[in-house]
């Protein structure tokens, strides 16, 4: 049972730094504002969300799985809020001198 | 273990680069968002140390409020900061500040380098009568009874540097409302999370406080969130800052450093020594001061953030 | 598949915890391209989050349980932060930052 929870881990830990290496890999290479916004919050909510999801299996039963579960809905929260303010300003978007 | 050394250099190395981006970078938002990154990556660092509690106020207050504080400033300067790039100082004043910054930090590699190995030190005391506070987190029991007066000082200081930004006010707004009116759109994306995400980091907020007393937390973190969660409340628009010539808030102001001047003059009577605690009392005059604390760290931090006054209200 | 039996988890742990933040760290760079001031943000919103992960790892890999409570409370602050960035950054364009009804 053990071994099937830590093989859980791996996958799940490994496809969220997949999502890590795949923001920063968009937030470098993709032309314009927008779309690197986009590869920003993917990143953002599944490269935490899956981390998260990996280390479940590794919490204590229920307060760390429950904080565990917290923290990700709290950056799923501000991610998804500051996203869209990073989109407006964008809209306004001048480059800075 | 390799991998764990590995861990510790590239987390070293992460941690200077950022250092001497800070410094090397020209604009001052650049220099400011490397600062919060920074803050995050000795938070890190602390944690690798086994030293939650640093890390604990590192993310707090190093990450979130000083980010704020500064970004703040930033966009303050903006307008100023091409004008102040002209009279950008000559190589000499720039060569013995170069010498005069390497000169510090080498003193203190030094003073970090000579110490006896192992390194003086009291904890092993401390954890000793960490019974006779009945406080379960060691760290608590430093600050709030072996070293209550550092703790009380901390907190007259932040204190002191709010009046030293109030200060700043012009004499027409004195008493007036600090920072800028905020207006964002009631039905927008920010104003929602104003509404959502507050009473969530107000439960948070008071159980990092609560937990303080056995582990990692305390009333500067837990002060730390609920100051943030105000301000963001502010900065949607939807409530403003109070002025500072209210009395309640003044009252606020003082009550946490007059309860823990208190407690800390009756300790001489009733425990023969200034901050001493009467045997089987230390728990709750620990709870008692930290509790007084809270609502002044809450405003402090929170007014620090928003800064000097600078509007009237209506006539 | 002897590395696997070799490596245990924590050991893992640790190694993602460090590729993650080496990751977002490079992301870093988009500070000094910009050009918008939305770039910039977005690089520190990555290495926040980045950051918050990183931490996950190393605590559960090291097993300090306190740092989940660091983790949380910096969960709280980064959303404020990353608000106070967009408002900061938009406030120095001089006027002021009405957010304009568009949807």
Redesign the interface.
């Known amino acids: 049972m053990s071994l099937v929870l830590n093989i859980f881990t791996i996958i799940a830990v490994l496809a969220g730094t997949f999502f890590f290496l795949a923001g920063t890999v968009g937030l470098l290479r993709f032309p314009d504002t927008l779309t690197r916004l986009h590869a920003l919050t993917k990143a953002d909510n599944l490269g935490l969300g899956l981390v998260v999801m990996g280390l479940l299996p590794q919490a204590e039963w229920p307060f760390d799985v429950i904080k565990l579960i917290a923290i990700w809905l709290f950056t799923l929260l501000a991610g998804a809020t500051v996203g869209q303010l990073m989109a407006q300003a964008a809209r306004r978007g001048q480059p800075t001198p | 273990m390799t991998l764990a050394l590995a861990v510790d250099i590239s987390l070293t190395l992460l941690v200077l680069a950022v250092a001497g981006w800070i410094i090397a970078v020209r604009d001052t938002f650049a220099a400011v968002i490397g600062f919060v990154a920074y803050g995050l990556l000795l938070a890190l660092i602390w944690v690798r140390l086994a030293a939650p509690d640093v890390a604990l106020t590192e993310a707090a207050i190093g990450g979130g409020l000083t980010g704020a504080l500064l970004i703040g400033a930033a966009g303050r300067l903006r307008k100023t900061e091409a004008a102040t790039r002209a009279e950008y100082p000559g190589v000499l004043i720039r060569t013995l500040a170069a010498i005069l910054a390497v000169t510090v930090a080498a003193a203190l590699a030094v003073g970090v380098l000579a110490l006896p190995d192992p390194a003086p030190t009291l904890a092993p005391a401390a954890v000793a009568s960490l019974a006779t506070t009945g406080v379960g987190n060691p760290v608590t029991a430093v600050l709030l009874a072996f070293r209550s007066m550092d703790t009380l000082l901390e907190a007259i200081v932040v204190l002191l540097a709010l009046l030293g930004v109030w200060s700043l006010a012009p004499d027409r707004a004195w008493g007036g409302y600090p920072g800028p009116r905020h207006h964002a759109d009631p039905d927008g994306i920010l104003a929602y999370l104003a509404r959502f995400l507050p009473p969530i980091g107000i439960i948070v907020g008071l159980y990092i406080f609560w937990i303080g007393a056995d582990l990692p937390g305390g009333k500067f973190q837990g002060a730390t969130i609920l100051a943030a969660m105000w301000l963001l409340v502010i900065e949607a628009g939807l409530a403003d800052t109070p002025p500072i010539s209210r009395t309640w808030l003044r009252v606020l102001l003082v009550i946490g450093p007059l309860v823990f001047i208190a407690i800390g003059f009756a300790g001489s009577i009733t425990a023969g020594a200034v901050l001493a605690y009467p045997e089987g009392y230390a728990k709750p005059l620990i709870v008692a001061i930290e509790i007084a604390l809270m609502p002044t760290l809450v405003l402090t931090l929170a007014l620090l953030v928003a800064g000097t006054p600078q509007r009237m209200p209506p006539q | 598949m002897r590395w696997v039996k070799r490596m245990t988890?924590p050991?893992?742990?640790?190694?993602?915890?460090?590729?993650?933040?080496?990751?977002?760290?490079?992301?870093?760079?988009?500070?000094?391209r910009?050009?918008?001031?939305?770039?910039?943000?977005?690089?520190?919103?990555?290495?926040?989050?980045?950051?918050?992960?990183?931490?996950?790892?190393?605590?559960?890999a090291?097993e300090?349980?306190?740092?989940?409570?660091?983790?949380?409370?910096?969960?709280?602050?980064?959303?404020?932060?990353?608000?106070?960035?967009?408002?900061?950054?938009?406030?120095?364009?001089?006027d002021?930052?009405?957010?304009?009804?568009?949807q």
């Open positions: 988890i050991d893992f742990l640790l190694a993602a915890a460090v590729f993650v933040l080496v990751m977002v760290a490079l992301g870093l760079v988009r500070i000094l910009g050009p918008t001031d939305a770039d910039r943000m977005m690089a520190t919103q990555l290495f926040g989050t980045g950051g918050i992960a990183a931490l996950l790892l190393l605590g559960v090291m300090v349980k306190a740092v989940l409570d660091v983790a949380l409370t910096l969960a709280l602050l980064a959303a404020f932060a990353s608000v106070a960035f967009v408002q900061g950054a938009s406030r120095s364009d001089g002021d930052p009405k957010e304009t009804n568009s």
